[in-house]
C-alpha cells in the first residue's frame, strides 16, 4: 500500500541550528500538507500546497519556517534558525485533491527535539 | 476563529465495552467532518468524513454521527479492543475562498483500553 514517506524519523538539534524536514507524497497526490504537533495537541495546519502553489500558509511562521513544492512532487520544510518551542512533532500529509471528500493519508512524521 | 473542541480530554475503559467520543465545533462555513485514529508516535489515520448531508457513517466498530443543526459529532465505539487504545482526532474542514477546504483539528481524546 503505498505510504506517505517523511525522513528524517527523528532529530535533535540545538538552538539557532537550521534543519529541514522531507516529505515525499503518495504518487499522483496533487496536494500536500505540513502540521505541526505539539505533545497532547492536535496537529496544526502549517501549509497547504496544491501541486507546487501555496494554497495557505497563514499559520507558517515565515520569520523562520520555509516551505518548497518546486516541482509539485516532494516537499521540503525549513526552520532556521530552531528555537526551543519548534520542538514537536512534523506531519506531512497528502492527498488527491482538495475537494471535500477527499482523504488526508499522513506519514509517520518527524520528531524534533531543540536543545 | 474555527473552534473544534473534544471530549473527554482522556477515557479509560475496558476490554470489551463500548465508548463514545464527542466533538463540538463551531467551523464556518462547514464542508466536512473526519475522525481519525493516531497510535502513539505514529500519523493519523482516516476513519470516517461525513459532508454536511450525511449523519452517519461507520467504519467496522466504529460509527461516526453529524448533527450539523447543533454543531457536534460522536465516534461510537463498538466491543472496544486493546488495538483500539490511541488518540482520536476529530477534523472539520471549512470552503475557503479560493475553493480549498482548510481543516481544523481537535487536541483529541486519548482512550486506554485495559484488558
Known amino acids: 500500500e503505498a505510504e506517505v514517506a517523511q525522513s528524517p524519523r527523528y532529530k535533535i538539534t540545538e538552538k539557532s541550528q537550521a534543519v529541514a524536514f522531507w516529505c515525499d507524497p503518495i504518487s499522483g497526490h496533487a496536494t500536500l500538507y505540513w502540521y505541526r504537533q505539539i505533545l497532547g495537541q492536535g496537529p496544526e495546519l502549517l501549509v497547504q500546497f496544491q501541486d507546487e502553489s501555496v494554497v495557505d500558509d497563514s499559520q507558517l511562521p515565515k520569520d523562520r519556517f520555509s516551505a518548497e513544492r518546486l516541482k509539485g512532487v516532494d516537499s521540503t520544510l525549513k526552520i532556521q534558525p530552531a528555537e526551543l518551542g519548534d520542538s514537536a512533532m512534523y506531519l506531512c500529509?497528502?492527498?488527491?485533491?482538495?475537494?471535500?471528500?477527499?482523504?488526508?493519508?499522513f506519514g509517520a512524521g518527524t520528531r524534533l527535539s531543540v536543545l | 476563529k474555527n473552534q473544534v473542541e473534544q471530549s473527554p480530554q482522556s477515557l479509560i475503559i475496558l476490554e470489551g465495552k463500548n465508548c463514545t467520543l464527542q466533538?463540538?465545533?463551531?467551523?464556518?462555513?462547514?464542508?466536512?467532518l473526519r475522525w481519525y485514529k493516531q497510535d502513539t508516535g505514529r500519523g493519523p489515520v482516516s476513519l470516517t468524513i461525513?459532508?454536511?448531508?450525511?449523519n452517519t457513517k461507520s467504519n467496522g466498530r466504529y460509527t461516526a454521527t453529524l448533527d450539523a443543526d447543533t454543531k457536534q459529532s460522536s465516534l461510537h465505539i463498538t466491543a472496544s479492543q486493546l488495538s483500539d487504545s490511541a488518540s482520536y482526532i476529530c477534523?472539520?474542514?471549512?470552503?475557503?475562498?479560493?475553493?480549498?477546504?482548510?481543516?481544523?483539528f481537535g487536541r483529541g481524546t486519548s482512550l486506554i483500553v485495559h484488558p
Open positions: 466533538c463540538n465545533y463551531t467551523v464556518s462555513p462547514f464542508s466536512n
Open positions: 500529509a497528502s492527498s488527491l485533491g482538495s475537494g471535500a471528500k477527499n482523504i488526508q493519508y
Open positions: 461525513m459532508t454536511f448531508s450525511e
Open positions: 477534523v472539520v474542514s471549512d470552503t475557503s475562498s479560493g475553493g480549498s477546504y482548510i481543516p481544523t
